[in-house]
């Protein structure tokens, strides 16, 4: 199970399953695989910002036997008991007989970021308001997912995923899992540490134990990013794998533990002559 406990804000499909975020799609070999290898799914986002790759995701899942769920229909599984008004109680049953026949994949054509922040929307606040977009080369209403967190968020972008961190943790339920791969080894083991500082807020070095230091410079910059929301990570498993690092952390939503984030931070003073360093704690 991702969660112990049931989300403090309701978004996606609660105990009827998990659903999955995968920001930076390309041609959703990824989700795919999650669909396959992963029980419990229900619904596996996947966005891209190419409008060809969106054209290959759908057509892998065709492939592959994979269901395709509509940015409309996956909306609707977030609205019963979303919002309290009355006069919505009909629309709210008919949205709920869609939800529970809907499961698959939901491709996405939208930026990565636009996508994770119009997940993070309050339901309440926006009932009334949908939010579109209108292709220009079509001349197509576009309506993306929106109002609904998730269970999981993965990104794997080319580079940095430094952009895409706020929006991942404002989407992100209680409980739930972050994966985070980030392919610029050079910069956070230490080869451009000005550079490393200007993404990170964490200054690099060319140290034996430079691989580890990249993987903490990483949960340091999601720890960052998620007390400014209230939230903390638990990290659960951290990777250094040929050119990048990949993290898996969880998100929690407590303001009272995220205060007490200062005191997970160190600053470290390393010997230049020998292996020797020293950690002083930031709290």
């Not at 807020?201 to 134990?209: E, F, K, P």
Request: net charge neutral; proline share 5%; with cysteine.
């Amino acid at each position: 199970k991702l969660r112990g406990e049931e989300p403090r804000r309701k978004g996606g499909v609660g105990s009827d399953g998990i659903t999955v975020l995968e920001a930076l799609s390309a041609t959703g070999l990824r989700a795919l695989r999650y669909w396959h290898e992963v029980e419990g799914i229900r619904h596996v986002i996947a966005n891209d910002l190419d409008p060809d790759a969106v054209r290959c995701i759908k057509d892998n899942c065709a492939l592959n036997g994979v269901p395709v769920v509509t940015a409309e229909e996956f909306n609707s599984c977030g609205w019963p008991g979303a919002n309290k008004d009355t006069r919505l109680s009909a629309l709210e049953q008919q949205k709920d007989r869609i939800a529970k026949t809907t499961r698959g994949i939901v491709p996405s054509c939208d930026d990565a970021v636009t996508l994770m922040n119009n997940l993070a929307l309050e339901p309440d606040r926006y009932a009334r308001r949908t939010l579109q977009w209108r292709d220009e080369a079509s001349g197509e209403t576009v309506t993306p997912p929106q109002k609904q967190l998730v269970d999981v968020v993965d990104l794997d972008p080319y580079g940095t995923a430094a952009p895409f961190l706020e929006g991942a943790v404002r989407c992100a339920k209680e409980g739930a899992l972050l994966l985070v791969t980030c392919t610029d080894s050079a910069i956070l083991c230490g080869n451009y540490a000005e550079t490393c500082h200007a993404k990170y807020a964490s200054l690099s070095a060319r140290l034996g134990s430079c691989h580890e230091m990249a993987a903490r410079i990483v949960l340091a910059s999601i720890e960052r990013t998620a007390i400014k929301h209230g939230k903390y990570i638990e990290p659960l498993l951290s990777l250094h794998i040929d050119f990048y690092v990949r993290v898996f952390v969880r998100i929690r939503a407590q303001p009272a533990e995220a205060k007490l984030s200062v005191s997970k931070l160190a600053h470290v003073f390393h010997c230049v002559e020998c292996p020797a360093y020293h950690l002083k704690p930031l709290g």
